[in-house]
């Protein structure tokens, strides 16, 4: 009697425990679609991207090089140096150039520091009073100490 008014409620089968059902037809063609579609787009990847004997370097970055290499000869293996350069968006340019032509030195945009890189490579250079000439390597690339620099 008792067992017939928990199946009338509806809570005879509440400890037992219905069989698991796995994802189903649906969820395992989502699955393959979206695994094919993955395996497309990656062997679309390698089949358009260069090989490496079809790299070439880049001819901005290496002009960079050029006009930055016998500055870099006369610095430091290591260390910070500042830089002072043009203020408009081709010296924030020619900046990122310089790094990556003189690493693995850092180059700081500030002249706060004893030996300064100058890059006025569009226009005469206008230096601080307390940055003095050492050399000029030309083509607009200057070095330069700061007095007050410790």
Same mark, same amino acid.
């Not at 790299?55 to 901005?60: A, I, W, Y």
């Not at 408009?88 to 706060?112: C, F, H, K, M, W």
């Given at each position: 009697?008792?067992?017939?008014?928990?199946?009338?409620?509806?809570?005879?089968?509440?400890?037992?425990?219905? #069989?698991?059902?796995? #994802? %189903?037809?649906?969820?395992?063609?989502?699955?393959?679609?979206?695994?094919?579609?993955? *395996?497309? =787009?990656?062997?679309?990847?390698?089949?358009?991207?260069?090989? #490496?004997?079809? *790299?070439?370097?880049?001819?901005?970055?290496?002009?960079?090089?050029?006009?930055?290499?016998?500055?870099?000869?006369?610095? !430091?293996?290591? %260390?910070?140096?500042?830089?002072?350069?043009?203020?408009?968006?081709?010296?924030?340019?020619?900046?990122?150039?310089?790094?990556?032509?003189?690493?693995?030195?850092?180059?700081?945009?500030? #002249? $706060?520091? !004893?030996?300064?890189?100058?890059?006025?490579?569009? =226009?005469?250079?206008? *230096?601080?009073? $307390?940055?003095?000439?050492?050399?000029?390597?030309? $083509?607009?690339? *200057?070095?330069?100490?700061?007095?007050?620099?410790?």
């Amino acid at each position: 009697m008792l067992e017939t008014a928990y199946n009338a409620a509806g809570l005879s089968n509440m400890n037992q425990s219905s #069989p698991s059902q796995g #994802p %189903g037809a649906r969820g395992t063609v989502g699955v393959l679609l979206f695994v094919v579609g993955c *395996l497309l =787009s990656t062997f679309r990847l390698i089949y358009t991207a260069p090989g #490496p004997a079809h *790299l070439r370097r880049d001819e901005v970055a290496l002009r960079s090089e050029q006009r930055f290499f016998a500055l870099g000869t006369q610095l !430091p293996a290591r %260390g910070v140096i500042g830089y002072v350069g043009e203020s408009d968006n081709r010296g924030t340019e020619d900046y990122y150039l310089a790094q990556y032509a003189l690493a693995p030195l850092v180059i700081e945009r500030s #002249p $706060n520091h !004893p030996l300064v890189i100058a890059s006025f490579p569009n =226009s005469r250079p206008v *230096l601080p009073e $307390n940055l003095q000439l050492v050399r000029d390597f030309g $083509n607009g690339v *200057l070095l330069l100490s700061n007095k007050d620099a410790r």
